[in-house]
């Protein structure tokens, strides 16, 4: 009996023995977790040390800015009581310095080289929602994929390179008047909802439109009221069809030669010519990545764009009727604007510039410094360190802009001066 009992204490103890091992390897791994972000936090205090932040919570930082709904109110007060750059702490243990001075953003997007993050071209709503996790799951992998705005390092010089020559005026002036085609189709589509409504929600409506053309897609986007894994699996099937189109074309008789002759090259075809002259570098991924890029982050900013500015017309109306009748004069009998009347609308210049003041599409894009900086007044940076480029507050930063909240065209009338960097509703600089 006594040889049966040991024979079932024994392994009994081996496991409590395992288990003890495990603890204590488990401690040490939390104890070196534990001083690695203490390390690493006082590394990041010391980096910030020159930049005094707003009061935080020494868990959640300054989290309570992006969940109050506040977060441009808070970006603004940032401004307006500390000077150039403030810290913004998250968790602890996360921060990044937010820039709103003209004066910082030219030395950050005058670097040459690619910064090694990316672009966070996104509205404070989307940012909330992201750092909340609040999006549906399809949402983190479904989009344009690596394309210029993503790339970083020697690939982005390689793709920047060879898509640069795709803006040269000469590719870009036939385009105002298709432009300005489109434009007439969506104005007679206006005046069709608004036969049917008394209301028309345009901000919807543009950003629905600038993607998808079908009308059973429009409706099932905006009844659904979000964007869905099918939507933008569509928009792939979409760009796929396009570029096995032009690829068809390209290789018929006579026209690969006719196309490789031309002085300016539109952007799908030098993304072609650049894939057949060296696939390797440039494969069928790239090729998509590239113009589903163009496509997606061109639309909403557009959307955006539009809808602030028809807004900012339509509350301040004097504003309007001047637009009107610069416009009228210009045209006179003409049908629609071409290339060389966009240099001749000073007043509707004006009246674009300053909602883009106001209401910038993008209002902020961060980086991780490649190697430390140094800032005009002294103060600096290590390499590693992330920034945010503030372009809301900066455009709203009462020390580059006086009065900011006040709807003024004179700021961008004829001869007036500003800081080359005072005005960034696009960003600028390398991306």
Same mark, same amino acid.
């Given at each position: 009996?006594?040889?049966?009992?040991?024979?079932?204490?024994?392994?009994?103890?081996?496991?409590?023995?395992?288990?003890?091992?495990?603890?204590?390897?488990?401690?040490?791994?939390?104890?070196?977790?534990?001083?690695?972000?203490?390390?690493?936090?006082?590394?990041?205090?010391?980096?910030?040390?020159?930049?005094?932040?707003?009061?935080?919570?020494?868990?959640?930082?300054?989290?309570?800015?992006?969940?109050?709904?506040?977060?441009?109110?808070?970006?603004?007060?940032?401004?307006?009581?500390?000077?150039?750059? @403030?810290?913004?702490?998250?968790?602890?243990?996360? &921060?990044? /310095?937010? $820039?709103?001075?003209?004066? #910082?953003? +030219?030395? *950050?997007?005058?670097?040459?080289?690619?910064?090694?993050?990316?672009?966070?071209?996104?509205?404070?709503?989307?940012?909330?929602?992201?750092?909340?996790?609040?999006?549906?799951?399809?949402?983190?992998?479904?989009?344009?994929?690596?394309?210029?705005?993503?790339?970083?390092?020697?690939?982005?010089?390689?793709?920047?390179?060879?898509?640069?020559?795709?803006?040269?005026?000469?590719?870009?002036?036939?385009?105002?008047?298709?432009?300005?085609?489109?434009?007439?189709?969506?104005?007679?589509?206006?005046?069709?909802?608004? @036969?049917?409504?008394?209301?028309?929600?345009?901000? &919807?409506? /543009?950003? $629905?439109?600038?993607?998808? #053309?079908? +009308?059973? *897609?429009?409706?099932?986007?905006?009844?659904?009221?979000?964007?869905?894994?099918?939507?933008?699996?569509?928009?792939?099937?979409?760009?796929?069809?396009?570029?096995?189109?032009?690829?068809?074309?390209?290789?018929?008789?006579?026209?690969?030669?006719?196309?490789?002759?031309?002085?300016?090259?539109?952007?799908?075809?030098?993304?072609?010519?650049?894939?057949?002259?060296?696939?390797?570098?440039?494969?069928?991924?790239?090729?998509?990545?590239?113009?589903?890029?163009?496509?997606?982050?061109?639309?909403?900013?557009?959307? @955006?764009?539009?809808?602030?500015?028809?807004?900012?017309?339509?509350?301040?109306?004097?504003?309007?009727?001047?637009?009107?009748?610069?416009?009228?004069?210009?045209?006179?009998?003409?049908?629609?604007?071409?290339?060389?009347?966009?240099?001749?609308?000073?007043?509707?210049?004006?009246?674009?510039?300053?909602?883009?003041?106001?209401?910038?599409?993008?209002?902020?894009?961060?980086?991780?410094?490649?190697?430390?900086?140094?800032?005009?007044?002294?103060?600096?940076?290590?390499?590693?360190?992330?920034?945010?480029?503030?372009?809301?507050?900066?455009?709203?930063?009462?020390?580059?802009?006086?009065?900011?909240?006040?709807?003024?065209?004179?700021?961008?009338?004829?001869?007036?001066?500003?800081?080359?960097?005072?005005?960034?509703?696009?960003?600028?600089?390398?991306?």
């Amino acid at each position: 009996m006594s040889v049966s009992v040991l024979s079932v204490i024994r392994p009994l103890g081996g496991v409590s023995g395992l288990l003890q091992v495990a603890y204590v390897l488990g401690l040490v791994l939390l104890l070196l977790k534990a001083a690695q972000l203490y390390l690493h936090r006082q590394w990041l205090l010391r980096a910030v040390q020159e930049f005094p932040p707003p009061p935080s919570h020494w868990l959640f930082g300054h989290r309570h800015e992006l969940q109050k709904g506040l977060e441009l109110q808070e970006l603004q007060k940032r401004a307006e009581k500390y000077p150039c750059a @403030s810290p913004r702490w998250l968790w602890g243990s996360r &921060v990044s /310095l937010i $820039v709103y001075d003209p004066d #910082y953003m +030219k030395v *950050i997007l005058g670097r040459s080289g690619c910064p090694s993050s990316d672009t966070l071209g996104i509205s404070p709503v989307v940012l909330r929602q992201l750092l909340r996790g609040s999006f549906p799951p399809t949402h983190t992998h479904c989009g344009p994929g690596y394309g210029l705005l993503l790339l970083n390092g020697k690939t982005w010089f390689q793709h920047r390179r060879t898509l640069t020559p795709a803006f040269h005026y000469d590719i870009l002036k036939p385009y105002v008047g298709l432009m300005a085609d489109s434009v007439q189709v969506m104005l007679d589509k206006w005046e069709e909802l608004l @036969s049917q409504n008394s209301s028309l929600e345009i901000f &919807v409506f /543009l950003w $629905v439109r600038n993607v998808f #053309y079908q +009308k059973d *897609i429009i409706y099932r986007l905006t009844t659904e009221g979000r964007w869905n894994h099918w939507a933008c699996q569509l928009a792939h099937q979409h760009t796929d069809r396009v570029i096995k189109l032009r690829k068809a074309q390209l290789q018929e008789e006579g026209n690969l030669e006719k196309v490789r002759s031309k002085r300016h090259l539109d952007f799908l075809d030098i993304l072609l010519f650049a894939q057949m002259e060296n696939g390797t570098s440039f494969s069928d991924k790239d090729l998509r990545a590239e113009v589903d890029t163009f496509m997606f982050e061109g639309h909403d900013t557009t959307a @955006s764009d539009i809808s602030w500015i028809l807004y900012a017309l339509a509350t301040h109306t004097e504003h309007q009727q001047k637009c009107q009748e610069e416009i009228q004069s210009l045209l006179g009998d003409d049908a629609s604007i071409t290339w060389d009347h966009l240099d001749q609308m000073p007043y509707t210049t004006m009246c674009i510039k300053e909602p883009l003041r106001l209401y910038p599409p993008v209002p902020s894009v961060g980086r991780e410094l490649s190697k430390p900086i140094t800032f005009p007044d002294g103060r600096s940076l290590p390499k590693g360190f992330l920034v945010t480029l503030s372009f809301y507050a900066l455009h709203h930063n009462p020390k580059v802009w006086p009065n900011p909240e006040v709807f003024d065209l004179s700021r961008f009338a004829l001869g007036s001066s500003r800081h080359s960097h005072a005005f960034l509703p696009f960003s600028g600089g390398w991306r």
